[in-house]
C-alpha cells in the first residue's frame, strides 16, 4: 500500500493550494482527483479578491494570475460597487480570473513543487486508526496517511463518510448555468426581477452566449435538460432564442450550508467541503484557497511532530466563523438578487449607507477578507490580524514582508536595535529578521495602528505576537504556534 503524510482528496483550487502549502513545508503530500485534467465542464469562479492575491504574494506567485486576469474594482455588495482604491494593500483590488485559469496556473504550481495528482480516481471511502486512515480509490487501490483531508467540493464524500453534521439552510433559489447557442440573437445584460438575476453574456468566442437563468428553488433536482432550460428562458424572456447545441448545462442553488467540525480525528474538511453558498459576491474558491492556507503550515507542524495535534483545533477555530460570516453575507446578498419595489427601496437606502466611507470600509474590507482578525486573545490591534506587507530595509538591503514568507516559514521581525531578541531555542523553525520601516503602519478597515518594535508572523501571514525587547509573552507564542524549545 503506497504511503503519504497527507492525503488531500479532490484537486480544486483548495485542495491544490493544501498540497503546495503542504509540500512548501516539506510534507509528502498527494491529491487524489476524479477529473482526468484541471479542465472544467463550468466557469465557475470569475476572480480572486484582494486578500486572496495577498496570500498569493506571501507565496512569490501572485504575479502569474496579475499576468493572466484584469485587475479591476470586483467587489461589490447586492450589486452595489464597493472600491478599495483606498486601502492601505498593495493590492487595491479584485482580478478577474476565470476559474479554469486559476486551477491551471495552481496546478502548474504543485507540479513544479513535486506533488503527484492520482487523476481520474476517486476516494470511495476511508478506515480510520489510531495511527492513520486508509484511504480507498475507486480503481481498488489503497492509500495510507496519517491525515486525509476533504477538499472535494460540496458533496463531499469526505464529509459524509466522516459523519460530519452539515446544518444550514435549504434552497431558496434556483439557477440554471450553461453556454449554448442560440439561432436568434438574444437580450444580452443582466436583469434581476423577483426571482433573481437573469444573465445573457456573449463569450470569448463570439458565438455562443452564457446563461443564467433563476427561478424560486421548488425541488428541482437532477441533471438539467436542454428542454428545461428552455422552458426557463422562455420563463424569463418569452422565448429561447432557438437555443441549441449546450456545451454544458448545470445547476446551483443557494444552499447555504456549514460542517459542524472542520476536523474529525485524523480527517480535515477545507474549501466548499466544508461550507456552501449562493455565489454571490463571489467568495467560495477564495476562501477555500484562504482555509488552505490557515490549516496547510499547522498540519505540516503536526506531521512533522514539531507541535502538538492539538495546534489543529485551531483550525476550525479561526476558520469557522469566517466562514460562518461568508454564509450570512451572501445570505442577505442573495435576497437582494432579487427586484421589487421594497427590496429596490432596501437596496436604495443601503447604497446610499454605502456611499459614506466608513460603512464602504467595513463591508469591502469583510467581502475582500481583508479584515480578518482571529481571536488570539487581548493584546496590539495587529495581534491576529494579516500582517501588512511593509517595505523594509535589512542589512542586505530593502526587501518587502511578504518576501520574507515566500517559502512558508514563520518570522520574527525585530524592528529595533540589532541583537535584542533571541530565539535561539527556536531558531531551526522561526527566522529571525532585524529591519527597519520607515512610515506608518495602517491595516484595512482598523486605520493607523501603533509602530511594534517586534511581531511574530506565522506562514499564514497573520501575527501570533506583538511585544519588545523584553520579550513578554514571547517564549509562549512560539510554542503555542510553532512547538516547543528545543533543549539545547
Ligand atoms: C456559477 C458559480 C459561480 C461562482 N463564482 C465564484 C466567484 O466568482 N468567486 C468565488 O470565490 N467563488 C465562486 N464560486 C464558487 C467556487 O466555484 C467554489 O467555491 C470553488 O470551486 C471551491 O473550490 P474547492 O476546491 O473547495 O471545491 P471544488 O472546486 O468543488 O473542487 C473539488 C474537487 O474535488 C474533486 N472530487 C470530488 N469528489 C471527489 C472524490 N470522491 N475523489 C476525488 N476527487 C473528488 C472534484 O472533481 C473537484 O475537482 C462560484 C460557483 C458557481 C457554481
Given amino acids: 500500500m503506497t504511503e503519504h503524510a497527507v492525503v488531500i482528496a479532490g484537486g480544486g483550487p483548495t485542495g491544490l493550494m493544501l498540497a503546495g502549502e503542504l509540500a512548501l513545508a516539506g510534507v509528502d503530500a498527494a491529491i487524489v482527483e476524479r477529473r482526468a485534467s484541471q479542465d472544467l465542464a463550468r466557469s465557475g469562479a470569475g476572480g480572486l479578491h484582494s486578500r486572496t492575491i495577498e496570500v498569493l504574494d506571501q507565496r512569490g506567485i501572485a504575479d502569474r494570475f ?57 476516494v470511495t471511502g476511508f478506515a480510520r486508526d489510531e495511527t492513520g486512515v486508509d484511504v480507498e480509490l475507486s480503481d481498488g487501490q489503497s492509500l495510507r496517511a496519517e491525515y486525509l483531508v476533504g477538499c472535494d467540493g460540496g458533496r463531499s464524500l469526505i464529509r459524509r463518510a466522516a459523519g460530519i453534521e452539515f446544518p444550514g439552510w435549504d434552497p431558496s433559489v434556483s439557477s440554471l448555468i450553461a453556454e449554448v447557442e442560440m439561432s436568434e440573437e438574444p437580450e444580452l445584460g443582466i436583469r434581476h426581477d423577483d426571482n433573481g438575476t437573469q444573465a445573457l453574456r456573449r463569450l470569448e468566442d463570439g458565438k455562443r452566449v452564457g446563461v443564467v437563468v433563476s427561478a424560486r428553488y421548488t425541488g428541482q433536482t437532477g441533471q438539467p435538460t436542454l428542454g428545461d432550460l428552455s422552458q426557463a428562458l422562455v420563463a424569463v424572456w418569452g422565448t429561447d432564442y432557438g437555443v441549441h447545441s449546450p456545451t454544458w448545462i448545470s445547476r446551483f442553488t443557494d444552499m447555504t450550508r456549514q460542517a459542524a467540525s472542520y476536523r474529525e480525528g485524523r480527517v480535515l474538511l477545507a474549501g466548499d467541503a466544508a461550507h456552501v453558498h449562493y455565489p454571490v459576491g463571489g467568495q467560495g474558491l477564495n476562501i477555500g484557497v484562504q482555509d488552505a492556507v490557515n490549516l496547510g503550515w499547522k498540519l505540516a507542524q503536526v506531521v512533522h511532530g514539531t507541535s502538538p495535534e492539538s495546534l489543529l483545533e485551531t483550525y476550525h477555530a479561526e476558520r469557522h466563523p469566517v466562514a460562518a460570516r461568508v454564509l450570512q453575507n451572501t445570505m442577505a446578498a442573495t435576497a437582494l438578487t432579487r427586484s421589487d419595489a421594497r427590496l429596490d427601496a432596501l437596496r436604495d437606502i443601503l447604497s446610499e449607507l454605502l456611499t459614506m466611507g466608513e460603512p464602504r470600509k467595513r463591508l469591502a474590507g469583510m467581502m475582500a477578507g481583508l479584515d480578518i482578525h482571529y481571536d488570539l486573545g487581548e493584546g496590539h490591534l495587529l495581534l491576529g490580524r494579516r500582517m501588512p506587507d511593509l517595505d523594509l530595509v535589512t542589512a542586505d538591503g530593502p526587501l518587502r514582508v511578504f518576501t520574507l514568507l515566500h517559502d512558508a516559514r514563520p518570522v520574527l521581525l525585530d524592528l529595533g536595535d540589532p541583537g535584542g531578541l533571541d530565539i535561539t531555542p527556536w531558531a531551526d523553525r522561526v527566522q529571525l529578521i532585524n529591519a527597519k520601516h520607515v512610515g506608518s503602519w495602517e491595516l484595512p478597515v482598523v486605520g493607523a495602528v501603533p509602530a511594534p518594535t517586534a511581531v511574530l508572523i506565522r506562514p499564514d501571514g497573520h501575527v501570533a505576537w506583538v511585544g519588545d525587547h523584553t520579550h513578554a509573552g514571547l517564549p509562549d507564542a512560539l510554542t503555542t504556534w510553532f512547538g516547543p524549545p528545543t533543549a539545547g
Fill in 66 to 122: 496579475l499576468a493572466e486576469g484584469q485587475a479591476m474594482q470586483i467587489q461589490s455588495f447586492a450589486r452595489i460597487p464597493l472600491d478599495i482604491s483606498d486601502f492601505p494593500t498593495r493590492h487595491t483590488y479584485g482580478l478577474a480570473l476565470w476559474q479554469n485559469h486559476t486551477e491551471r496556473i495552481l496546478a502548474d504550481w504543485v507540479s513544479e513543487l513535486g506533488v503527484p495528482i492520482a487523476r481520474e480516481r476517486e
